[in-house]
């Protein structure tokens, strides 16, 4: 069973910087994509930056600039550097990964249980 698990949130001083770490683990035959997406009180849930198999990367324009995407250094894990933190930025971030199965080949994506980043101004 595929799983995607978190770290990295919790509360910061608008300003400040926060890593946010996300692994998988499981049987995988591919990954397409990670990334990451975040989600505000009353609000969608957006994206906020991926990363692909070839090491292309998209980010929302609100955290162009700020935040960095980055493969992690275990094996099928993705980094979130974000600096200059807002207070818009608070949100539960969670990571995605848009892979293919291994039983079934089919594309599918996972989605970790989500972590909270809290932004005091």
């Known amino acids: 069973q595929v799983k995607l698990v978190e770290s990295g949130g919790g509360l910061v001083q608008a300003g400040g910087s926060l890593r946010l770490s996300c692994a998988a683990s499981g049987s995988i035959f591919s990954i397409n994509a990670m990334g990451w997406y975040r989600q505000a009180p009353g609000e969608q849930r957006e994206l906020v930056a991926m990363i692909t198999s070839g090491g292309s990367t998209n980010y929302t324009d609100s955290v162009n600039g700020r935040f960095t995407i980055s493969r992690g250094n275990a094996k099928n894990s993705v980094d979130l550097q974000m600096n200059s933190l807002k207070p818009e930025d608070t949100a539960v971030y969670y990571c995605?990964?848009?892979?293919?199965?291994?039983?079934?080949?089919?594309?599918?994506?996972?989605w970790g249980q989500g972590t909270q980043v809290t932004v005091s101004s």
């Open positions: 995605n990964m848009n892979a293919i199965q291994t039983l079934t080949r089919r594309l599918v994506d996972y």
